[in-house]
């Protein structure tokens, strides 16, 4: 191929460019909307999930299409933050929550092991 896209690749690649663009300021939003730690952590890591999508899928699609095969190497990075993201999540909660119970904050739930059966 001579390096130009179809004009329909290129408008959907650009797309879904500015569509992950946009999942970004939600979560950026997100994050200054929301009060609590603990609110700000679900809908923002969902919005930049799909931002992070949209930008995988464009990359799959522009590569894929510049290149006259199928171009899966986009999807090492998707597959590299969905195996982490989670991760990082959970261990950030439970600091957050063991900061807390350390604060003596009255609304923390106490640990599984000292509540009554």
Do not use: K
């Amino acid at each position: 191929m001579n390096g130009s896209l179809p004009l329909w690749a290129e408008v959907l690649v650009a797309t879904l460019l500015m569509l992950s663009g946009v999942f970004v300021l939600v979560s950026a939003l997100g994050f200054v909307r929301l009060s609590d730690f603990f609110l700000r952590m679900h809908p923002p890591a969902l919005a930049y999930t799909f931002g992070s999508w949209s930008v995988t899928l464009a990359g799959v699609l522009y590569f894929s299409l510049r290149e006259g095969r199928l171009m899966l190497h986009p999807w090492l990075i998707i597959v590299l933050l969905s195996i982490s993201v989670p991760v990082t999540t959970l261990l950030l909660a439970r600091v957050a929550l063991f900061r807390r119970r350390r604060a003596g904050d009255p609304h923390t739930p106490a640990p599984l092991s000292q509540r009554a059966s």
